[in-house]
Nanobody, 127 residues
């Protein structure tokens, strides 16, 4: 059984930085997809960043150059390091996971590609 639990959401000023964490259990180290999504009441769930067990990494266009996704399997944790935050980065951030049994150079950023989700953590960016 895959289980995910996010933490690290907070209220920050424009231009600030924040690190989100997601503890992941139940995934094989050799075959996985992990991703961050965000959602606001006004928008559909948006793919932020994704990483695969074969080293592929993909970012959404709006966060390229500002956000970094990484994993630390010793701590069973997925991270999202966010910098130069803007008000449009505000939302509930979810981590997501899926088993993967082949190489993935471009892990997907579509919500329907993932079956396992955390409960979400709120990020609010204000000026």
């Amino acid at each position: 059984q895959v289980h995910l639990a996010e933490s690290g959401g907070d209220s920050v000023q424009v231009g600030g930085s924040l690190r989100l964490s997601c503890v992941v259990t139940g995934l094989s180290r050799s075959g996985y997809l992990l991703a961050w999504f965000r959602q606001t009441p006004e928008k559909d769930r948006e793919g932020v960043a994704a990483i695969s067990g074969t080293g592929g990494i993909v970012y959404g266009n709006s966060v390229k150059g500002r956000f970094t996704i990484s994993t630390d399997f010793a701590k069973a944790t997925l991270y999202l390091d966010m910098s130069r935050l803007q008000p449009e980065d505000t939302g509930v951030y979810y981590c997501a996971a899926e088993h993967s049994y082949g190489p993935s150079i471009y892990p997907p950023l579509r919500p329907d590609s993932y079956n396992y989700w955390g409960q979400g953590t709120q990020v609010t960016v204000s000026s």
